[in-house]
């Protein structure tokens, strides 16, 4: 109860004025809530697979086009603030996209939340973290998406949808800049070739210097430079066939991380760090209705190329630099056919496939320092008779990687009403291979002395003792799953909502833990100089599949006319073979995934959002989720009972805005002010509860003004300068940790010209 009550009373006090100032209905079209405000074009390629009644049997926040000007959302982690119990934070680099749902999520390797762009399934979870100049609306689903959507959709899923041509004709542009030379730039064009064809054109580029600085160099760490082109093709040659082409090519550059030495409260490494990422993205989507069938197909075709080079142990000593280069090429198919949507029963089939291939370069480089502390001095503690020494200030421990991977499923779901009642049953067969083919090599020499002797000084013995290790294997891995479902829906009178509950069972792939090679190396260096090795390689490199249990109940109201709305949910999951990301045995910076042997999470969310007509607005959110280990005994120590690191116990997102319109003014034809504070909180950073970032939350506000399509808006975020970490780790026996930005402040000039 604790644990609620400094999340919950804020909300509660903010948003029951909003029933008393009760009005006629206000646009819903635009809010944060339900499906039920959902606006689709009729032209447009959207809603393939998902629902857009307000019968909804899920959890989900639906933020539409005003909603995202309104918070000026350009990312996925904008966008995720606004929905109960889902926390994107914001550390290290953008290669790293960490999502937490529900208690569940991790930072390396398999995400529990897909990523849906214009329909577009993004394979690779490194590509969610990037700005989108043309959001038009976003839906965050809550709870397992594996029936419809698959693989690593257990925790949710998110749809973007991206401005269609077709729908809208002219110009958007906008310039925002603001603390720390934090810039954006975008601008794009949509027109109609002709009645059927249309496109679109969007750029954007954006840029910081970053919130802080490395003390040992006097560099900013957290400087990026972002670009983005997206070309958008709509054709609707007769009524029943529309075609939809994006294509997405990014381009990015970071550099250095504001990790923090909580022993030395300074941010202060020598080597570099920097990660450059170049993505490519396209996807052919065709929908033709026939006979009251609507067959879909979506195709794409995406590639990843990254680049880093990270100092793994962010101190100012000369001990290794990790270099990670990848490259991976993946394709997907989605073919759907789905049924009328009107009478008694309706149905959706479809088949899913994909392959995906990656090769990537990971050597990490041993400089004097991490030679001295962390090789020779553990040699020579075990053997101080026979001491040894480097004969070379650095070596390198190679590792090489192809992934291939490719799966196929067969999914199904129908859904029967009978009067006020939907039941809904959804089954999915899921077939997947990964593979891992691996080459470890490293070639170094080191010196054997006599210690024996205490009154003689050491002396060699065998000089350069060649290490020359170069070993290659393979391993590969099915997995299978049936992911059943099952739903019942009661429609509410006056289509004020709906009650809903559900069983559904969720699934996250299994996988291989790459960033073990190098201790494997170590290790092997060891059992070269006498010591024995620790790890066996498939053993400790692959990791098990990760399913779950959801068991839910919600609400979704609508009162007033629509103009106040409230989703309520409550869940209870059940998780088998938790993917948690740890420290092996013996280990001193690698980190792996490793599998729980079960965990429970249970929790409530809320959402209410009301709009007066008078232009006063006032939204809220709040999650609570209480994750802990049910069973999780490692070897090493018995962590059952604690709370899983990394996921927030409470979400709180709190808004209130007004708008108004202006006739006859020869300054503004409209007014708007907002401000909003976000909570989050306590996030344990530990499997053993030891260290923890206590609740905070953050305090933001805007303010704007427009003119004939002109818009002008001075914000500020983190106005109070709070401070918070948003990410925790130990290397080497050093604690890190990653605060967040402090204030900010800025103006946003936005640009539209319709044609």
């Known amino acids: 109860m604790r644990e609620i009550l400094p999340a919950i009373l804020p909300l509660v006090s903010a948003l029951l004025p909003a029933s008393a100032i009760a009005g006629e209905n206000a646009a819903a079209t635009d809010s944060v809530g339900t499906r039920r405000g959902v ?3 009729e032209v447009s390629v959207t809603a393939i697979k998902g629902g857009d009644h307000p019968n909804a049997d899920e959890a989900v926040t639906y933020i539409g086009s005003q909603a995202v000007e309104t918070y000026d959302l350009v990312n996925l982690r904008d966008a995720s603030a606004l929905a109960p119990n889902f926390y994107i934070p ?46 038009d609306r976003v839906e965050l689903l809550r709870g397992p998406q ?34 720390r030379n934090t810039w954006r730039a975008s601008a794009g064009v949509y027109g109609k070739l002709s009645g059927k064809l249309g496109m679109s054109l969007t750029a954007e580029a954006s840029g910081t210097d970053g919130f802080f600085r490395n003390t040992h160099n006097g560099s900013k760490t957290g400087r990026e430079r972002l670009g983005a082109l997206r070309w958008k093709t709509s054709f609707r040659p007769t009524g029943k066939v529309v075609v939809e082409n994006t294509a997405m090519l990014t381009r990015g550059r970071q550099h250095g991380y504001p990790y923090l030495n909580v022993a030395t409260d ?17 996807g052919l989507t065709v929908k033709h209705s026939f006979r009251g069938i609507t067959f879909s197909s979506i195709m794409s075709v995406q590639y990843l190329d990254d680049d880093m080079v990270l100092d793994q142990d962010f101190t100012e000593a000369d001990y290794f630099t990790l270099r990670q280069k990848r490259k991976e090429w993946a394709f997907t198919g989605d073919f759907v056919a789905r049924g009328p949507q009107t009478g008694k029963y309706s149905w959706l089939t479809g088949m899913f496939g994909f392959w995906r291939r990656s090769r990537m370069e990971a050597p990490v480089t041993f400089m004097q320092t991490g030679i001295d502390r962390l090789i020779v001095a553990n040699r020579n503690n075990a053997n101080p008779y026979y001491p040894i020494g480097w004969d070379e200030p650095s070596f390198t421990l190679g590792s090489e990687f192809t992934m291939p991977s490719g799966g196929l499923s067969l999914y199904h779901e129908s859904s029967l009403r009978l009067g006020a009642f939907t039941l809904t049953a959804g089954l999915r067969f899921d077939w997947e291979r990964t593979g891992l083919d691996f080459r470890s090599f490293c070639n170094t020499a080191y010196t054997i002395y006599d210690n024996t002797d205490p009154g003689i000084s050491p002396l060699p013995v065998y000089s350069r003792c060649p290490v020359d290790i170069d070993e290659t294997g393979s391993l590969s891995h099915d997995f299978t799953q049936l992911l059943p479902k099952l739903s019942v829906s009661y429609r509410l009178p006056a289509e004020s909502g709906n009650l809903y509950a559900s069983v559904t069972k969720g699934y996250k792939a299994g996988g291989y833990n790459t960033q073990m090679f190098s201790d494997f190396l170590q290790q092997r260096l060891m059992s070269e100089m006498g010591l024995m090795q620790q790890y066996d390689v498939d053993q400790t490199v692959s990791y098990r599949p990760e399913t779950d249990w959801n068991f839910e ?77 049910i069973e999780f005994n490692n070897g090493r120590a018995d962590y059952s009972g604690k709370r899983v690191p990394y996921a927030p116990s409470n979400t709180l997102f709190l808004s209130a805005g007004y708008t108004r319109g202006i006739s006859g003014s020869r300054l503004v034809d409209g007014i708007s002010a907002e401000v909003n504070t976000r909570g989050t909180g306590s996030i344990w950073w530990d499997e053993a509860n030891t260290v923890r970032q206590p609740y905070y939350m953050l305090l933001n506000a805007s303010v704007a003004a427009t003119r004939k399509g002109f818009r002008l808006e001075l914000w500020a975020d983190n106005i109070t300068a709070t401070q918070y970490a948003t990410f925790y780790f130990v290397s080497i026996g050093n604690a890190f940790l990653q605060r967040g930005n402090g204030f900010s402040a800025g103006a946003t000039l936005s640009w539209q010209l319709d044609f």
């Open 266 to 282: 300074r941010i202060a490494y020598n080597d570099t760090c920097h990660y450059s990422r170049l993505s490519f993205v396209d």
């Open 553 to 629: 109940v919600g609400a979704h109201l609508a009162f007033l006319e629509q103009s106040l709305t409230m989703d309520f949910s409550a869940f209870w999951i059940n998780i088998d073979n938790q993917q948690v990301t740890m420290f092996p045995e013996g280990s001193i910076t690698g980190r792996i995934m490793a599998n729980a042997g079960r965990a429970r999470s249970r929790g409530v969310e809320l959402s209410l959002s009301y709009h007066s007509p008078a232009g006063w607005f006032t939204r809220g959110a709040y999650g609570f989720t209480d994750a802990r280990f």
């Open 146 to 179: 594996n029936i419809l959507y698959g693989r690593n959709t257990m925790g949710g899923l998110v749809n973007i949808y991206t401005l269609s041509p077709l729908s809208f004709e002219g110009v958007r542009a906008k310039l925002s800049y603001g603390s």
């Open 39 to 41: 606006v689709l074009g």
């Open 90 to 135: 914001a550390y290290g680099s953008r290669m790293t996209s960490s999502i937490y749902v529900r208690g569940m999520g991790t930072r390396i390797d398999q995400p529990v939340v897909g990523l849906n762009i214009d329909n577009i399934p993004i394979i690779n979870k490194d590509n969610f973290d990037f700005d989108l100049a043309d959001i």
